[in-house]
């Protein structure tokens, strides 16, 4: 390691340790930035919110700017006088708020992830900063905490609760794949075939990498899926707190907590809700009390089949994230 390169590390160590006195200003600066932000969209009249493809309505900017305006005195006050009791409250309130903009940025990850455009980018761009934000908010509403010391806890197996949640996720996603991998390999289901489906995909924007997949009889969404279960099962397994020894070089070293927590806890924020209200809606659509669009199927009824496979799977497996991540989060704390 070169003399620079151990100045830089030396200096991001020191700046992490730092991070209770520096965090409120950096919630304050992106407050200020996501104010103009939805300033900007309201004055424009950008919409902020899109469903199936059509906009949603404009005059959401002017609720960015309010949550903005919130954190910005918020964050201000606690730069200007300490995290009091009152501003703790108040900084959670816009971490919710915020967090709930940010609603479905796991779902526009993923939709670039397999080579599909997003319904917006000014929508997408306005879930990154609020997920940025609610993190910087979360932090700083923790920052009086004291901090822990920096001994860890031996690895071991989850409790039978997380172990539970983790089988549960698990095979939700098995209908989900096995549609998935029916029409990737050119087999018809709910009405619809293969070679529709991969016409519907081409249709929608997808990469050639995506249709190249689609082509080998390989879904990437049912691939996506697969790594969804492989990092529930590291939330409640040994092996994903100590590296294990097919990791070759890592084998034996420790398991940064961030590197599963944080793909946790964006998937469980977007997926639980997103799966929960869409099961509800489907229930709704069931019962006949609203329609349910047909999209690309040809019929409703198909279209609801194929809908309560995928929802049961989002919701299942978004719950059971939640629970092995927060029980992840309590076993990995320093003890």
């Not at 950096?26 to 407050?31: D, N, P, R, V």
């Not at 990791?247 to 599963?260: A, C, K, M």
């Not at 409703?300 to 991540?325: C, E, K, P, R």
Request: with cysteine.
């Amino acid at each position: 390691m070169t003399s620079v390169e151990r100045t830089m590390k030396a200096l991001w160590s020191a700046l992490w340790q730092r991070w209770p006195h520096w965090v409120a200003w950096a919630s304050m600066l992106w407050a200020v930035l996501y104010a103009g932000f939805g300033l900007a969209c309201a004055l424009s009249g950008t919409s902020l919110f899109y469903y199936g493809g059509d906009a949603g309505v404009s005059g959401l900017g002017w609720a960015v700017m309010a949550v903005g305006v919130l954190a910005t005195l918020v964050s201000g006050a606690v730069v200007r006088y300490g995290l009091r009791p009152a501003l703790r409250v108040l900084l959670w309130v816009a971490c919710g708020l915020a967090g709930i903009t940010a609603f479905s940025l796991l779902m526009d990850v993923i939709t670039l992830m397999v080579g599909q455009g997003v319904d917006s980018r000014a929508a997408s761009a306005n879930k990154a900063l609020a997920a940025v934000g609610a993190v910087l908010l979360a932090a700083t509403a923790r920052s009086g905490r004291r901090s822990a010391g920096t001994a860890v806890r031996a690895p071991s197996a989850e409790p039978q609760l997380a172990q539970l949640a983790a089988w549960a996720g698990t095979l939700a996603f098995v209908p989900y794949a096995a549609m998935k991998l029916v029409w990737a390999s050119g087999g018809t289901f709910a009405g619809i075939t293969g070679e529709e489906m991969l016409a519907v995909s081409e249709r929608n924007g997808a990469s050639g990498i995506f249709l190249t997949l689609e082509s080998w009889g390989l879904d990437p969404t049912a691939l996506l899926a697969v790594l969804g279960v492989f990092l529930l099962w590291g939330l409640v397994r040994p092996w994903g707190r100590v590296f294990p020894r097919w990791t070759l070089f890592l084998r034996g070293r420790r398991v940064p907590r961030w590197l599963p927590l944080a793909p946790a806890l964006l998937g469980a924020a977007t997926l639980a809700p997103y799966g929960v209200v869409g099961v509800g809606y489907l229930a709704l659509a069931t019962a006949g009390a609203v329609t349910m669009r047909r999209g690309d199927f040809h019929s409703s009824g198909d279209a609801l089949l194929v809908g309560w496979i995928g929802m049961v799977a989002f919701a299942a497996y978004g719950i059971a994230l939640t629970v092995a991540a927060r029980s992840y989060w309590l076993r990995t704390r320093p003890a």
